[in-house]
């Protein structure tokens, strides 16, 4: 799960992090009030208007403006709010800004970025930190990969003094920069631990010339399946800055993800619906979704999964690929017997079943009068689906 960047800066202030703070608007009515409440609770007299969405690189496609005056201010936050804004995050067809942020303008000495995630291959959390705050992580990597510093902290430990100082050191901190430095990634790293985050962003982090340090930015990921620990964060979430079809998804506890091709893919099984849309592609095809049904599929499972995908008027061809380890196939079968006849399904459906219960299951297919194409073995299957797909948009 995602927040925006007013909320990250949220929980940053509740572990002691030093922000840049500002208010938050969705209604143009207010752009005039909320500049003043910051001018006034600042003592600001420049400002910085900031588009809310899921997306980094909003300074790129205009969705960050630096204005002198109040009057720029408000023009600024006037066109932000409201428009369609592109960045190399959003799709091709950007994301509407349905929020903004009117924070105060800081005067910037120097840029710096810092980062918490777990480093799966080496099972330790790794922080990363950079001179080269403003830019993407991804550029620093591949330009500049010696600007990045990686320091791995055990989780049984936590974060050590001596490696705080050590990346202090290696930014070039001094002085009481470096006291705040250390100070602000020790509290950032108690805030990643304890919010269950995926990864924590600072990006930029900075010394003004008031020699304080500060975050600009902030973003945060959670990790979904320690939510329920979290009631807090999870009101925090927007569905409108998701697809629409993935938050229906959700409402059933199924795992979809929106693609950009034709097949349509219901799959029981991660790793299964990643090799099903891999044989895919091998065979010519493009998957059209993600959508792990789980290991717990039923009739309604099923239901639901199919007008998920039917949702998308892209899908020309649906491939059920199953394997009946702890859902019976008897089971599925049932439930795509009943999803063809209530949806009255126009496009081909190719199925394929194995495991346990699975000639039943292929005798009720087989005997349900519905129109499905029986596949032998998952590669026949994407054979058959890619080529169903392919006459059907012919």
């Not at 129109?371 to 059907?392: F, R």
């Amino acid at each position: 799960m995602k927040i925006h960047e007013y909320q990250a800066k949220e929980i940053l202030k509740k572990y002691s992090i030093p922000i840049q703070d500002g208010v938050v608007v969705d209604n143009a009515d207010a752009v005039e009030s909320a500049i003043n409440q910051v001018s006034t609770t600042f003592n600001a007299s420049q400002f910085v208007i900031k588009a809310q969405v899921h997306a980094g690189g909003r300074g790129k496609g205009g969705g960050v403006k630096f204005s002198s005056s109040k009057e720029k201010a408000i023009e600024n936050a006037k066109n932000i709010l409201g428009m369609t804004l592109i960045t190399p995050q959003t799709s091709a067809e950007g994301q509407l800004v349905q929020k903004i942020m009117v924070a105060e303008a800081l005067d910037i000495a120097k840029e710096y970025y810092v980062a918490i995630t777990l480093d799966r291959a080496k099972s330790k959390n790794v922080i990363m930190a950079s001179t080269e705050g403003g830019m993407e992580i991804e550029e620093v990597a591949e330009h500049s990969p010696e600007k990045i510093i990686r320091v791995w902290v055990e989780p049984a430990h936590g974060l050590q003094g001596f490696q705080a100082r050590y990346i202090a050191f290696k930014l070039g901190f001094e002085g009481e920069q470096f006291k705040q430095f250390t100070k602000l990634l020790s509290n950032l790293y108690k805030c990643y631990i304890n919010t269950d985050a995926s990864i924590v962003e600072v990006n930029p982090l900075v010394i003004t010339e008031q020699g304080n340090v500060v975050a600009l930015d902030a973003k945060f990921n959670f990790d979904d399946n320690a939510l329920y620990r979290h009631p807090d964060i999870v009101e925090m979430r927007d569905t409108n800055e998701e697809d629409p079809t993935e938050v229906e998804a959700s409402k059933f506890n199924l795992n979809y993800i929106k693609l950009d091709g034709n097949v349509g893919c219901m799959v029981n099984g991660a790793g299964l619906a990643m090799a099903t849309m891999d044989i895919i592609k091998l065979k010519g095809g493009d998957p059209a979704n993600f959508l792990d049904v789980g290991g717990g599929a039923n009739v309604e499972t099923v239901k639901n999964g199919f007008r998920i995908i039917l949702s998308d008027p892209n899908v020309k061809a649906v491939l059920i690929n199953i394997f009946g380890g702890i859902v019976r196939c008897d089971r599925v079968a049932n439930g795509i017997i009943q999803a063809v006849k209530e949806l009255d399904l126009k496009i081909p459906v190719v199925v394929r079943l194995e495991g346990t219960n699975a000639e039943l299951a292929k005798q009720l297919l087989s005997e349900s009068g519905v129109a499905i194409i029986p596949a032998s073995g998952l590669a026949d299957a994407a054979e058959k689906v890619v080529a169903a797909a392919q006459g059907a948009k012919n």
